[in-house]
């Protein structure tokens, strides 16, 4: 059965041809302006994720909509015309989009951002016939030279491939293999313990990755990185393959700040944070995945990060790193490790912690989801997994969970855990863009993906909470989805420049927080949205990223607002920045990002107010502990990598203690 009828898909296809529509011009050697989105097959490459990556419950507001718009007397409500979708004229369609986009009802601008996105990130994104996207041409976008896969390190890491209803054992069981499981697994299997990993991704090393932004949605990432929150007011990028996000962020390696140990110390009772066993286990995690500020190369975007920087007078600094052999090769294919190292430069837990517990025996499962975690008379017993060949189970003295902070508490409340917290006190560091148009190639998907940061604004309220300004890598399909859709033609006219874009991003260390519920099947639900405190942080950080790249030098400059044109060196920059304030962030009225997912299962020194003890184990349930981000009692203000993974090895340390 098909997912739409004929009438709701011929609705999508007019809907994707209105956002990327055909444009006639004299000049367009590449196909790019007369290119459609039907014409690369976006309308069924969007039905297929919606119905296999998205919600039921999305899935149903998707075909309501599209039923709406198929007729005439529902369409009116929607569009102003008394006419189906598809019979107004291409211009009528735009008009609508564009109501849509502004629209006081949040319904409509829900819709048009759920449009909007998918369909520009998969038209930037997916490959035509020839293997390649059509459109990299004229972006004057080119993918590195590979290296031949023979020259590539090969993993000694070899997953299991289990039969159905077979039984496995071992000591411990750890779900997840990012910066906790990978850290976790590590330690115990160096300490003689018996580990089994299992991550719901795939297993792809250096000899897999292509450098494909596609491919690299589709193989490592949550959702192939169209997962938002519920009301689609933020876009989450989290990784879903062997290694976690460690294989696909950009590498930053900020240590805990010392103010935030003191406070999670002070305020939420986790003991032995600020002392001298928390720092080595910063040192530790530090020393084996290579953090260096060496390999810091300032690449094309950094530099006007940085030059922006010293114009204003701002401090600013060159970012700690987990990547080592970049500076001495060069960095002409940096950039792209967002979809995985082909060289193993970046010291993910891939190439480290889990290639440790590979040495030591551990076994892997992957592709493996795990449904729930097996508690018999109040000890956790093992896990219940459903792999490509059918459900397993892995019974062990101890389990622990690193799934994620949204992957985490959703097993933890499937498997019957009952704490109040549980799930509560998500942190998302929301963040948001501001792009600069230079005039000339900057190509900010190359170079290293980052190395410069700028801190004069992490501490806005005098209590640590603020924004920390960085530069992101963007590849085509990202940009896409980011950059605001004003027409298709404005749309396409400023893709057709993005080589001299650099783009900076404000990080916002929130007060507020959200929730991960369960939906109907048995999915995370995220629930989440900025509170006043926090978008005032966001704001500054907005308007702070504006004035460092006119700084920089760049002759117009964008932000993330639905409606607002970008300001010109002929703009009065004060009334720009008062429009850019009174339009505000409210829910999908502003292009806003999550990176760091953190919270939901937090450190504590009581079960009222935490889901773990000050070591990570869950309270009430013996042999259950949770190594992951989730630990956050609030937000860490930084990239949570090196946290994540010092918080990991302190997991462990209890774990063996337990189990002796």
Known sequence: ??????TQFATLTALCDTLVPTLKRADDPHGFWARSAADLGVPRLF?????????PEQGRELKLLLEALGRGATALPLTGQARPFTALSPLE???????????????????????????????????????????????????PAPDPVE????????????????????????????????????????????????????????????DDEYAGYQRLYENQAVLTTEDLGITILAGSALG????????????????????WEREHGVTDLTGAEYTADLDAVSDRIGVNES????????????????????PWGPTPLNVVGCAAEGAE???????????????????????????????????????RVLIEAGRAVGVLVRTPNGVVTVRARAVAVAAGSLHTPALLLRSGVSNPNLGRHLRLHPTAAMYGDYGKPVRLWHGPMLSRYVSAYTDLDGAGHGVVIEHPPAHPGLLALAL???SGVQHKSMMARSANYAAFIGITRDTGAGQVTLGADGRPRIAYRLNERDAAHLQRGLEAMFELHVAAGADEIGGPHSGLAPWRRRIDKASYLGRMRQLGLGVNRAMVFSAHQMGTARLGGSPRSSVVDPYGAVWGAKGLYVADAALFPTASGVNPMLTTMALARRVARRITADLA
């Open 47 to 55: 039905t297929r994720a919606v119905r296999d990556l998205q919600s």
């Open 1 to 6: 059965m098909h997912f739409l009828n004929d």
């Open 244 to 263: 976690g996000a460690t294989t696909i962020n950009w590498a930053v390696s900020f240590r805990t700040p010392d103010a935030v140990r003191a406070e």
């Open 295 to 314: 390999e810091a190369i300032a690449g094309p975007s950094a530099q006007r990060l940085e030059h922006g920087a010293r114009a204003l007078g701002l």
């Open 484 to 486: 605001p859709w004003r």
């Open 333 to 371: 294919r940096c950039g792209f490790c967002t979809f995985g190292c082909p060289r193993d430069h970046k010291r993910s837990t891939l190439v480290t912690y889990l290639e440790d517990a590979a040495s030591a025996g551990t076994r892997f499962l992957t592709e493996a989801h795990v449904d």
């Open 93 to 143: 369609r735009e008009r609508v989009l564009q109501r849509w986009s502004t629209s006081s009802l949040p319904p409509l601008r829900r819709a048009f951002q759920a449009l909007k996105r998918l369909t520009l990130a998969l038209y930037y994104t997916a490959p035509d016939a020839s293997g390649a996207n059509p459109a990299y041409a004229a972006l004057g976008y080119e993918r």
């Open 151 to 210: 020259q590539r390190a090969v993993s000694p890491i070899r997953p299991l491939q289990p039969v159905a209803d077979q039984v496995l054992s071992c000591d411990v069981v750890v779900v997840g293999s990012g910066a906790g499981g990978g850290v976790v697994a590590g330690a115990l299997a160096a300490a003689g313990h018996e580990v089994i990993v299992i991550e719901k991704g795939g297993a792809r090393f250096a000899t897999d990755f292509d």
